[in-house]
């Protein structure tokens, strides 16, 4: 659902990201994810960003966490196939047309690590690749 007030000018949304990986590493593996509009990760009111196991019992252990307003890093040291994470983030949405968009760069060894979203309370979801992608949420 999108929260937003009268300061806030665009919509907010809780958007999940699912990292699930193809095959088992054992050597660091770096995922980040940059904002390259004028969106930003919201860290306020008690929205923070939420790490928890993605098909699996634990988190697979990381060497560094970071969120800013605009990025969001993960250094993975290892894990195993199948096994992943998913992160819970609010960002806001400006107006695109007729949908609020976010865009997004998805810097990751997707050969390695596949990376899935879904914007809680909608049903927009769908693949990032590696590069610039755009999630939109109709109106």
């Known amino acids: 659902m999108p ?3 009268a300061m806030q000018a665009a919509p907010t949304y809780q958007i999940a990201f699912k990292f699930q990986f193809k095959q088992g590493f054992t050597q ?3 995922v980040q994810i940059n904002i390259v509009d004028s969106n930003n990760f919201v860290m306020v009111n008690g929205e923070q960003v939420q790490l928890q196991p993605y098909l699996a019992l634990y988190t697979p252990p990381l060497s560094n966490f970071n ?3 605009q990025q969001m890093f993960l250094n993975i040291a290892n894990g195993e196939g199948g096994e992943g994470m998913q992160g819970l983030a ?3 949405f400006t107006s695109g047309s007729s949908a609020q968009t976010l865009t997004l760069n998805l810097q990751a060894q997707t050969g ?3 990376t899935t979203y879904a ?3 909608t049903s927009s979801s769908g693949v ?3 590069g610039q992608n ?3 949420v109709s109106q």
């Open 3 to 5: 929260r937003g007030d």
């Open 28 to 30: 660091p593996q770096q």
């Open 67 to 69: 969120i800013s307003k």
């Open 90 to 92: 609010w960002a806001t």
């Open 112 to 114: 390695l690590i596949s």
């Open 119 to 121: 914007v809680l309370g």
């Open 128 to 130: 990032l690749s590696a």
């Open 134 to 136: 755009i999630i939109s």
